[in-house]
């Protein structure tokens, strides 16, 4: 349901940036003999040709489009050049349109506060940057502007021949108001930034620069390729008022039929003539009152400073005979995709200190017998437990449970044309933590090594076990328990504690100053749980922890611990600056870092916990 956010008080400057033809470029760059030629992406599927993804602005004069097939694209433009879309695992890679979608984000979050919207769209909350140049450079006297900016397109004004002459004066003119001087100057930071995209990507996009972000993300597209388009206050009733509901985002469903079909609304201006009160009838306070703002272009909603993806996912379809019938073939697909969204997750890990807390999966399915069924394959989700053969693990056990549901009592033959796995809720974890897991990884394996106990080493891998928790039982939707010992690897974790502990009271440490061997008797202290408590509770301030000291004084000191039946409590803030000293000084300065951050990790909910990254030790 749409939310409804008046415009914040104070113009400001958003782009929506969108890059041209995305998939065509990046395989052009891949491949320079393809630039100015017909060219489309296909996706892997030899059927027909493939289904076109991508088109490059050549081949749609032709009159491709992206709905077509391959072979029907030939028969429209026979010398387009169709390229397919990399492959990995029996599937489409997307791998490099992601990081290539990266790279233009890093380069146009210089300006401003930035949001990635999908592979190719972004945000940019421009307006500081605005206010900063308007501050230093009067519009009035600027002469030189880019040929992009001049290239500009800005609603409102009129074109004639000298089109150019008249951006020029739009954008200097001496009797603009603020806002549109504070538009002037975002058009100005968009065209550079754009220039910056292509001299460094080799990849064009087209932007659109308003005061809100669903104005800024109409204007984007209309106007393309490799151009931009401003949207002074003064256009904007004029744009709406030719806008057909459809092509406004979250108009494009029911919502919009229904004003369609039941009010007899064409175009979002129509909206105008219904008062708030009735709008809020019809259809509800909220979506009344968005449908009343966004008819006026009122937009509130934030650039959120988020440069990479909200989750992950991969998924496969499996149209017509390719429909998967039998458990062994969906094993086989969902190891494919979870072997695909560990690597990504992984990655994300290793790049941006990112853990991924819960597993979704979703499937498309249909009964045999009972082709009428509206039932659909219920999602199912649970915590996300990193290393492959976990989540492989857990994602047949999601499915099993999403199939028994979507069967019922029926002894049916079932068909699933789709498969897909996301995971989400991707807290940052705590500063330096993952070094602070190397640094004790490094060790354990070493150690393990020499034990000869190799195979726990290979389960011991960095990823193994993040964002599992006690807690993880009755997470199943349909209540199904994982077994905690299960989670915890019993059966190595003797082993590597006690290895841990041995290095960790290495004789070449000294502990001479008071304090100083603490914490490796807070590493050491007690079993896994006691120490999975004890580090919750440094992270969630004020949960109850292991039974084992903190510091020397911790005893004595009931702000640092105290102890509840048979739990402590550790308050992150109470800790002993000192007892950090006797680690390696990397790992100083990060568990500083941590600890002065515990005050943003405890407000996200559990998961996020250090114990998590020590749990991989115990698997
Ligand atoms: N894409 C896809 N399947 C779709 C739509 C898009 O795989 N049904 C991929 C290919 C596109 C990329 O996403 O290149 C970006 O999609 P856009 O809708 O932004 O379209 P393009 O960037 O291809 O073209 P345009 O220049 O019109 O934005």
Redesign the pocket.
Known sequence: MPIPRPDPQGARVIAHV???????QVEQRKQPELRGLPTA?V?YNSWKGGGL???S?EARKFGVK?SMRGDEAKMVCPEIQLVQVPIARDKADLNT?RNAGSEVVSILSRKGRCERA????VYLDLTDAAELMLSETPLEILEDFDEDVLKSHVLGIAVDEDKEKNVRGWLCRSGADHRDKLLACGAIIVAKLRSEVLKETEFTC?AGIAHNKMLAKLAS?MH??AQQTIVPSSAVKELLAYLPVKKMKQLGGKLGSSLLNDLGVHTVGDLLQFSEEKLQELYGINTGTWLWNISRGINGDEVEGRILPKSHGCGKTFPGPKALKTTSSVDHWLNQLCEELSERIQSDLDQHKRVAQTLTLHARAFKVNDMESRKKFPSKSCPLRYGISKIQEDAKKLFDSGLREFLGSESNVWKVTSLSLTASKLLDTPLGTSSILRFFQGKISSSAASDGTQKGIQDDHPSASLGCKGDIVSVYNDGQKLSVAEEYGKGNDINFQDTRVNRLHSPNRKSKEKGKDSITRYFSCGNSSSRKQAFDGLNVTNQQGGGCEVDERGSADDRTHRQTDDSWTLNAENVDPSVIDELPMEIQQEVRGWLRSSKRINSAKGGSSIFHYFSSINN
């Open positions: 969108d890059l041209d033809c995305f998939y065509v992406v996706q993804i991508a088109v602005y992206r349109y999908s592979i190719d769209e087209s597209g393309k390729p």
